[in-house]
């Protein structure tokens, strides 16, 4: 199985209403080469991925990750305790999945497997107490909050619960 699968390329100038004569001006690249790759019969040299990812709008970097021939990536969950917390959590480049249980009563106000993310708390069943610095919010079955995983903030299932959080890697804005 080849490492990258440019025919993304097509799908990216059929989006854009490009012909490939059109994206061929505007990159410098030649007609036959950008119709190699889209149909993956070359390979492509760094200079030419970064001119034609120009013409999308896009980086290298995204391009190269739009191509990157996908294969599955399977994990198996690892399980630890977070003060009165029991959590199942599997990890990913871009995302940690924790699915948890807890007790009623049971708290947890020092989380400790935080980068700079977004926090996405999801009750699935039961009622948990979210309280960030200035707000704090009583979650039931079926609800959920968005917040920045940096912030203060504290887990109190009012009662026994079970829970989805998620912890979801900030884009790199530059």
């Known amino acids: 199985m080849e490492q990258f699968d440019f025919t993304i390329l ?20 030649s007609a ?10 070359t390979r492509a040299e760094l200079d030419t ?28 969950a690892t399980a630890h305790r977070n003060e009165d917390f029991l959590f199942r959590e599997i990890n990913y480049k871009n995302i940690r ?29 039961g009622t948990l107490r979210l309280t960030l610095p200035s707000e704090s919010y009583e979650l039931s079955a079926g609800q959920s909050l968005q917040f920045d995983a940096l912030l203060e903030h504290t887990y109190e299932a009012l009662t026994d619960c079970e829970l989805l959080i998620l912890h979801i890697r900030k884009e790199n804005r530059f």
């Open 10 to 29: 097509r799908e990216l100038r059929k989006r854009a209403g490009l012909s490939i004569g059109e994206v061929s001006a505007e990159s410098g690249v």
């Open 32 to 41: 036959a080469v950008i119709s190699k790759l889209e149909r993956n019969r």
């Open 49 to 76: 991925l970064y001119r034609l990812a120009r013409v999308f709008g896009i980086t290298v970097a995204e391009l190269l990750n739009l191509a990157e021939a996908r294969l599955s990536h399977p994990l198996k």
């Open 97 to 125: 999945c924790l699915h948890g249980r807890a007790g009623k009563g049971s708290r947890v106000s020092h989380p400790n497997v935080h980068r700079d993310d977004y926090e996405l708390c999801w009750i699935l069943d």
